[in-house]
């Protein structure tokens, strides 16, 4: 008995040598998989920060004993989102840090060093992975490099992995033939392996940002299927999609595909979580988590982190034996400090009892504001880039030969002590006749950028978006963000030629029936004549777009013109209602800085030797040819 035992020991040893000589990847074959047991997750997360590094403020209103009062706090900034992730990644385990891409875009710490400062930012948290957005591709295929070649020269101990299934890189690209990029990571917790497969927004990237001619990008949903098919047929049992596609987009994923477990996007700028936040002037898309089933009618989890830097996703996600997800729940962590202060001019400071009232008031409505001090090393690797950022916010950039005033409504009646230079603007007979010269050269830049990301044909900005005239001389970068201070971005939207005539009507009834004069149109590429004596729908006349070459045509009804406008209108604000009601596939967010964008148009000026010259535009390209106004 013992000889025979011997005997079948030796046979078994040899059939496990011979097992693993055939395994081409060197590595031994187990005869039996790793014991099925359940795992849990932590995913903390982020997406759309677009450069802004810098720690911001947010309004709300509370009540700290004498009745409702606005206050302010200090908000966001990279250094808050690294200090709370660092600190989560030591209490949690089983921690993954995903970025969800369009780290770079809409700051000057982008425009001044095409996305290290954003690099190095990251590299203080050290992401697992991170999926490129469309504007990773606003520099075209070798800015994307250079991004990727600057998370590659920090001081993690892993690289980030750079996740996307649905890029193909043609011949032309830096990026072809390459392995920056995968389309997915295969990764191991207690034992478990599990999956992350990135996903970047086809036609968006494609149409509205500037990758090179021969990289293509493929269907979100089928390409999905597919990469999921084949980590399945490995043996990978629990899939997670870093998308950058969009909530709604990744709300279908979530639902049409097999296989899939949790998705962590970005791309629509969506805060999720509690009703709570309206209170606190702030309205969410959706739960955090979503959770909805896939095609299997098993749970998927669908989170996302808002933008710029503001909220850190914290999501818990608990795995079965059969690695399914049975659980899933989290904080969506909105960054503050401790420093409230009421906004009111003259109002007496903020005690530090009211301050824990209103921390006990944002407990009590379960709202996640989270205070989180900056974390000390991110400050100081970004302490060289905001220097220099404010250095160069000193910067002249241009001088223009004459002023460019400010007006909002042309005419002698509406609006007309607005500038602060004075009669010489406000009774400037040019601005009475055709309005701001400021207004119109913006609406152009705009204009100029759009042509440059997708060949726009038509660009909109309203007069009360524009906040100061900019004075014969010296014009600095400071100057162009006093002038436009908001936090706008750009937005295209597809808008037949009846709707372009139905917003320009929407947006001068408000001047007339509501006194808005920071409603009324300023366009890039489009101009008519106006009579406000007239019923809505009937003001505007001679309504002619530009085209290629220069010359003004009349605007055709049915033809689909590209617009290029702010997100405030865009999303119906200053009663430009029939835009909001562009929705769907026709819109799409361009992500630029508005002043980023006016910025680049004066940076392209011609000059003498140098000197960029900032002048108006010639009469003919200024939006209102002919103004007949109404006695109020």
Partial sequence: MLRQNYKICLSSLGLMIFLAGCNDDKEPLLLTPPIAQPLELNILHINDHHSHLDEESLKFKADVGSGAEEFSVTSGGFARVAGLINQLALERKNVLKIHAGDATTGDLYYTLTDGKADADAMNSVCFDTFTPGNHEFDAKDAGLKKFIDFLDQGNCKEKTKVLSANITFGPSSPLYQTKHIQKSQIFEKDGQKFAIIGLTIASKTKNSSQPNADTMFSDEIETAQKEINQLKAQGINKIILQTHVGYELDKKLATSLSGVDVIIGGDSHSLLGPKSLSKYGLTPEGDYPTQLKNKDGDLVCVAQAWQYSYLVGDLNIKFDKDGKVSSCSGTPHVLIANDFKRTAKDAPATTDAEKDKILKQIKTDQAPFTVVNPDIKTLAVLKPYQEQKNAFA??????????????????????????????????????????????????????????????????????????????????????????????????????????????????????????????????????????????????????????????????????????????????????????????????????????????????????????????????ADYSTQLFIDKVK
């Fill in 394 to 619: 000193k910067k002249v950039i241009a001088q223009t030969t004459e002023n460019l005033c400010l007006r909002r409504v042309p005419g002698s009646i509406r609006d007309i002590s607005r500038s602060v230079l004075g009669d010489i603007c406000n009774k400037n007979p040019q601005v009475n006749a055709h309005g701001g010269d400021i207004q119109q050269i913006i609406a152009e830049a705009f204009l100029q950028q759009g042509k440059n990301f997708f060949n726009a044909d038509i660009s909109f900005q309203n007069g009360g978006g524009v906040r100061e005239d900019v004075a014969l001389g010296d014009v600095s970068v400071g100057k162009i963000y006093s002038v436009l201070p908001f936090k706008n971005v750009l937005v295209r939207l597809d808008a037949t030629g009846t709707e372009v005539k139905a917003i320009l009507e929407d947006a001068i009834d408000a001047v007339v029936t509501q006194n808005n004069t920071g409603s009324y149109p300023y366009t890039g590429g489009l101009r008519w004549n106006v009579d406000l004596t007239k019923d809505k729908g009937q003001r505007i006349s001679q309504l002619e777009v530009r085209n290629q070459n220069n010359q003004y045509q009349a605007i055709d009804p049915n033809k689909t013109y590209k617009l290029i406008t702010i997100d405030f209108l865009a999303n119906g604000g200053d009663y430009y209602t029939t835009m909001k009601n562009i929705t769907g596939e026709r819109r799409m967010d361009v992500g630029l800085d508005y002043a980023e964008a006016f910025l680049k148009y004066v940076d392209s000026m011609s000059g003498i030797a140098g000197a960029k010259k900032l002048n108006k535009l010639p009469t």
